[in-house]
C-alpha cells in the first residue's frame, strides 16, 4: 500500500513520464484533509455514449489485475447509470483504474481515477 504521492509517482515512473516535483506540492493539511473529505462507498456510472456498455471492471490503483466485471451480464445501455458498490476493505483508498468494453468491442481505459474527490463518471464515447 502507498500514500496517494508517491502511487501517482509510481505509476507515473512505471509508464515512463517524468513528473515535475514542483507540480506536485500540495500543502500536506490539503492532503490530510482530502482523504478524510470523502471516503465513498460507492459512486455512479453513466454511459452517456452511443453504445451499449457490456463490461467494467474497477480496481484500485495499486492493484495489479482487473476485479470482476460488476456489470455481470446486463450490461448498461446508453443513457442509463448504475451505481457501483466500492469495497469496503479499500475505504481509505481513493485512487482507482477503469477498464470498459463496449458493445463495438472497442476498450476504453482510465487510470489513477479519484473517487475521493468524486460521486460520479460519466461514459461519452
Known sequence: MCSTLSCALQKHSRLGHTIVLAS?????????DLATLTNQSQF???NNSHLKLTHLY?????????????????????????????????SNQCLYDIHAVFANQQAVEDYQVNLC??????FSH
Open 117 to 122: 474527490s468524486r460521486s460520479e463518471y460519466t
Open 44 to 46: 455512479r456510472i453513466y
Open 24 to 32: 506536485l506540492m500540495i500543502p500536506l493539511v490539503a492532503l490530510r
Open 58 to 90: 474497477i480496481s484500485n490503483s495499486d492493484q495489479g489485475f482487473w476485479t470482476q466485471n460488476v456489470l455481470q451480464q446486463n450490461g448498461l445501455s446508453s443513457g442509463e447509470s448504475i451505481q457501483v458498490p466500492l469495497d469496503p476493505s479499500l
